[in-house]
């Protein structure tokens, strides 16, 4: 099981926060960092100092890591056309040697749409866009050098693109849809996905997500492998006192944080990864809601990290 910090800077976080929490990562021993795609905070808090953008900071923090891989939880479709966003993530990626993972997903957060000036259509039309932004993407990666890529869909035309840049693997960054749903989702994740992740939810239906895929797969003819992951909210603590204290900051309580999450001691958080395992899981994304709290990071490295 591979563990990845993940996390929501427009909760509140300026980039040299997300910095430390990078180094920290790749110090500590975690797989990857990833970090939300939103423009607008969601609830009742300062979000202050206000949004930092996803790939401008992945940029620059692919040439402060070395080892961790970098990515998103889900870069949202309708906030880029495709074309200048298969440069930028080829970018970052050659600017890491190759260690980007793409995420991407319709956008669903209405309220951060109209704050910014940045078109919400219909959800079916969410998903159109998406699979075209999917096959345009992916296609722009992988023309060989020297050729071009035209594209004629129903939102998005290409014309003789050259296909530039390349990013550091031939076939592009591993891509992760994720999501719930029980028909487009699954069918995008086995034509599309190198990787499918199930966000925030109890092991049982995190297992029925899976099969979903799994059956699509089967369906679509597909043979390279699926690497099947999970998101959680972890809250963790050596005892109950440190566990609740953790929980006030997030605002989140303890009972329903157990519950729903990954919230308890060192030894409750290993077990409950043993579940998600069971099911197949071969990654794990910590959503780490307090960002000054590193360490919260250090405890998960070495009492949790260290027994997987």
């Known amino acids: 099981m591979r563990l990845r910090i993940f996390t929501e ?15 920290a990562t790749e110090d500590l021993g975690f797989d990857a960092f990833f970090r939300s795609d939103h423009y607008l905070k969601m609830g009742d808090v300062p979000g202050l100092p206000g949004p930092t ?3 401008i900071t992945l940029g620059a923090l692919a040439r402060e890591t070395s080892r961790i891989r970098l990515g998103t939880l889900v870069t949202a479709a309708t906030f880029r056309l495709p074309g200048p966003l298969a440069v930028a993530v080829a970018q970052v990626d050659r600017m890491s040697a190759g260690r980007v993972d793409f995420g991407i997903g319709t956008g669903w957060f209405e309220e951060e749409h109209t ?10 039309e969410r998903f159109e866009r998406l699979e075209e932004q999917l096959e345009v993407i992916t296609g722009l990666w992988r023309t060989p050098d020297g050729e071009t890529f035209s594209f004629d869909g129903e939102h998005y035309r290409l014309a003789d693109s050259p296909a530039l840049p390349k990013p550091a693997r031939p076939d592009g960054p591993p891509v992760l849809i ?17 990787e499918y992740n199930v966000p925030f939810t109890m092991p049982d239906d995190t297992g029925a997500a899976f099969d979903r895929v799994r059956a699509a797969c089967r369906d679509a ?29 997030i605002g989140r309580d303890v009972d329903e944080l157990r519950e729903s999450g990954l919230a308890g001691t060192p030894a409750e958080l290993v077990d409950k990864i043993g579940r998600f395992a069971e099911l197949g899981a071969e990654c794990l994304y910590l959503q780490v809601l ?16 260290s027994k997987l």
């Open 9 to 23: 800077p427009q909760q509140g976080a300026s980039y040299e926060t997300l910095l430390s929490v990078a180094k």
């Open 53 to 55: 953008d996803a790939w």
């Open 290 to 305: 307090d960002l000054d709290d590193l360490g919260h990071l250090e405890l998960l490295a070495i009492e949790v990290l």
């Open 178 to 194: 994720g999501g719930v749903g029980a028909k487009r989702t699954p069918r995008l994740a086995a034509r599309y996905a190198d």
């Open 221 to 249: 003819g597909r043979t390279r492998p699926m690497v099947y992951s999970a998101a959680q909210v972890v809250c963790c603590g050596r005892d109950e006192a440190e566990i609740k204290r953790r929980a006030d900051v």
């Open 115 to 124: 704050a910014y000036g940045i078109p919400f259509p219909s959800l079916n």
